[in-house]
């Protein structure tokens, strides 16, 4: 008997004295809601924020030295005495955070968080787990006082596995002239080539087409992302009495500094309806260019793009002079385009920093 009072005695004084050397950063995160997605969005997301300031998620409670606790419940509004669920207008549900100290099991904060639709609460989970966790003692961390969180440095806009992106484009399509089939190289005629009748000369064309683009773009590695847009820009230039729409990928190349991010990249470009100004029209084409951004909130950049696009077979033209000159019946241009382009790119969902 009196062994076994010896053993629990020892064996209390042990767990108490491991629990009292848990390094302030070994946390615990747990929660409930009526709705299994909610728990599981809220689970993942705050582990995320977890492992990106720097804390150990421990698998029991007993691990680690502080509980992260979260509960999802309907919001109610009191009407006439009688407690309600909320109005349309209003927030359908309330995020309810706790922080608690494992050694004392006290609460150390407690604080409400009003939101209706998931996706809305990507922007927000990291600023909730920073203000729960700005209250651990960043001391008594382990490794020491360099492991404390520095959100002034933090560079998790630069590390988002997707980017919704959005921007303003000015391109401006070079048409040049080919000499095929023209006297001189440069003018279409009436007659016979050797002896022409008449004479009209001609010029390239310059066109800018200003737009607009939307795209996703994946960072599946923390060096290569991948996007696909949708382009649309103004078309012939002379009455814009149509609009261009395009396909495009991006494969790119992020070179990342703590303030810019350059991204290199090769670039494919499908138009969906070719210009009805051309009997034959190059929808294909292929380029690169190269993206600037700087930091636009904690989730986002904005950025500038510089790009350039060629198409490898002619723009083939029905000859616009005929009675005057009518020869040759067609004319051919070699088509390329170069851009300029701003916008903004919001990043959702946490890569690990590099």
């Keep these: 008997m009196k062994n076994a009072l010896f053993?629990?005695?020892?064996?209390?004084?042990?767990?108490?004295?491991?629990?009292?050397?848990?390094?302030?950063?070994?946390?615990?995160?747990?929660?409930?809601?009526?709705?299994?997605?909610?728990?599981?969005?809220?689970?993942t997301n705050f582990a995320i924020e977890a492992a990106t300031f720097g804390y150990t998620v421990t698998k029991t409670k007993q691990e680690a030295a502080y509980t992260f606790r979260f509960s999802v419940i309907p919001n109610t509004v009191m009407i006439d005495g009688v407690q309600r669920p909320a109005p349309p207008n209003d927030n359908q549900y309330i995020l309810r955070i706790y922080?608690?100290?494992?050694?004392?099991?006290?609460?150390?904060?407690?604080?409400?968080?009003?939101?209706?639709?998931?996706?809305?609460?990507?922007?927000?989970?990291?600023?909730?787990?920073?203000?729960?966790t700005v209250y651990i003692p960043p001391a008594a961390r382990s490794g020491g006082a360099d492991r404390t969180v520095k959100t002034e440095d933090d560079r998790g806009w630069q590390n988002k596995w997707i980017y919704l992106r959005a921007s303003v484009n000015y391109p401006v399509v070079f048409h040049v002239l080919k000499p095929t089939g023209l006297v001189g190289g440069q003018a279409v005629y009436d007659g016979t080539f050797d002896a022409p009748v008449d004479m009209i000369p001609l010029e390239h064309k310059i066109q800018p087409q200003p737009g607009a683009t939307i795209?996703?773009?994946?960072?599946?590695?923390?060096?290569?992302s991948l996007e696909a847009n949708f382009q649309v820009s103004m078309g012939d230039t002379s009455t814009y009495s149509y609009y261009n729409t395009a396909a495009g990928?991006?494969?790119?190349?992020?070179?990342?500094?703590?303030?810019?991010?350059?991204?290199?990249?090769?670039?494919?470009?499908?138009?969906?309806?070719?210009?009805?100004?051309?009997?034959?029209?190059?929808?294909?084409?292929?380029?690169?260019?190269?993206?600037?951004?700087?930091?636009?909130?904690?989730?986002?950049?904005?950025?500038?793009?510089?790009?350039?696009?060629?198409?490898?077979?002619?723009?083939?033209?029905?000859?616009?002079?005929?009675?005057?000159?009518?020869?040759?019946?067609?004319?051919?241009?070699?088509?390329?385009?170069m851009g300029l382009g701003v916008g903004y790119k919001f990043g959702f969902f946490n890569k690990k920093k590099n």
């Design 7 to 43: 053993f629990a005695v020892l064996t209390l004084f042990a767990v108490s004295s491991f629990a009292q050397s848990i390094p302030n950063d070994f946390l615990f995160i747990e929660g409930t809601a009526e709705n299994e997605e909610h728990r599981e969005f809220f689970l």
């Design 99 to 132: 922080l608690i100290n494992n050694k004392d099991n006290m609460v150390v904060l407690r604080f409400d968080f009003f939101f209706t639709q998931l996706i809305e609460m990507y922007e927000y989970t990291q600023l909730i787990f920073l203000k729960a």
């Design 215 to 224: 795209g996703i773009e994946f960072q599946f590695l923390n060096f290569m």
């Design 249 to 337: 990928a991006e494969l790119k190349f992020p070179i990342k500094t703590p303030f810019l991010i350059f991204e290199p990249y090769l670039a494919a470009n499908y138009l969906l309806n070719p210009s009805p100004l051309f009997t034959e029209f190059p929808s294909l084409s292929f380029g690169a260019g190269i993206q600037i951004a700087a930091k636009g909130g904690k989730h986002g950049t904005f950025f500038v793009d510089i790009n350039y696009l060629h198409s490898f077979t002619d723009a083939v033209m029905k000859n616009p002079y005929d009675p005057l000159a009518p020869n040759p019946e067609v004319l051919h241009y070699n088509r390329f385009v």
